[in-house]
């Protein structure tokens, strides 16, 4: 069984960066694919950003050229650098990771992000 943790949300205001976090324990091999998901106020559930086994990142149109997903392997973390933060940006950020190796996959409880003035 893999726990998940996301952490680093917090309330930032129009322009700024926030770095969360998602780290996972338990059963991990140190090979996993990770998707960020966001869900704002009023919205869908979004899919902001995915890294795959190798390393591969796709990001949302929304989010490219302002967010970089990135990991440690060493750590069993992921990253998200959100960086020129707008109100749209708001939402709960959930992570989902998935270990290739022992095939658990794993919610994370997600971290808000508030982006406002």
């Known amino acids: 069984q893999v726990q998940v943790v996301a952490s680093g949300g917090g309330s930032v205001q129009p322009g700024d960066s926030l770095r969360i976090s998602c780290a996972a324990s338990?059963?991990?091999?140190?090979?996993?694919?990770v998707d960020w998901y966001r869900q704002s106020p009023g919205k869908e559930r979004e899919q902001v950003a995915m890294?795959?086994?190798?390393?591969?990142?796709s990001l949302a149109s929304s989010v490219q050229g302002r967010f970089i997903m990135s990991r440690d392997t060493a750590k069993n973390t992921v990253y998200l650098q959100m960086n020129r933060l707008k109100p749209e940006d708001t939402g709960l950020y959930y992570c989902?990771?998935?270990?290739?190796?022992?095939?658990?996959?794993?919610w994370g409880q997600g971290t808000q992000v508030t982006v406002s003035l």
């Open positions: 338990g059963t991990v091999s140190g090979h996993f694919a």
């Open positions: 989902y990771w998935a270990d290739i190796e022992y095939g658990a996959s794993q």
């Open positions: 890294m795959d086994s190798g390393g591969y990142v």
